[in-house]
C-alpha cells in the first residue's frame, strides 16, 4: 500500500473557531472538507512542508506553530499518516488561494460537516484540548 506524509496545520482564531477548507472538483474526495495542509515533497520535514502548503494554500507566513499529534489512516488506496502542528502565529490574510472553499467554523459544529475520514480524530483532540 501507497504511503503518503502529509503536512495539517490547525489554525484558531480569537473566537475559538478553527479554519477548514473544501476539497476542489481536482481532488480525490471531492467536496469533503479537511484541515489546512499537504502532501510532503522529496526531503521536506514536516514543519517545512506545512509552511509550503500554508503559503501555496492560503496565502500565509507560518511563524510559530507546535506539534501536536501524528495519526495513521488507511484509505483504500493509501495509507495516510498526518502530522497535525497548531499554529500558533502567522502573518497575512488567509485567502483561499487554490480556489477551494474556506470557512471559520466553531468547534462544536465540525461534527455536522463532512470531513475527511482521516480527519477526525483531530476533531476529537481539538473538542479535548482548545
Known amino acids: 500500500m501507497k504511503r503518503i506524509d502529509v503536512a495539517v496545520g490547525l489554525l484558531l482564531d480569537d473566537r475559538g473557531r478553527v479554519l477548514i477548507g473544501q476539497r476542489t472538483v481536482q481532488d480525490q474526495y471531492f467536496a ?19 509552511d509550503r502548503e500554508l503559503h501555496e494554500e492560503l496565502g500565509i507566513q507560518n511563524l510559530i506553530s507546535t506539534p ?6 488507511d484509505y483504500p488506496d493509501r495509507r495516510v499518516r498526518l502530522h497535525v502542528m497548531r499554529v500558533n502565529s502567522y502573518q497575512g490574510k488567509v485567502q483561499a488561494k487554490e480556489g477551494q472553499a474556506l470557512q471559520w467554523l466553531p468547534l462544536a459544529q465540525l461534527q455536522e460537516v463532512d470531513l475527511l475520514a482521516g480527519n477526525l480524530p483531530i476533531v476529537n483532540y481539538l473538542m479535548r484540548t482548545a
Do not use: V
Open 32 to 50: 469533503k472538507w479537511e484541515f489546512p495542509g499537504g502532501k510532503f515533497e522529496a526531503g521536506e520535514t514536516a514543519m517545512q512542508a506545512l
Open 68 to 73: 501536536c499529534m501524528e495519526l495513521q489512516h
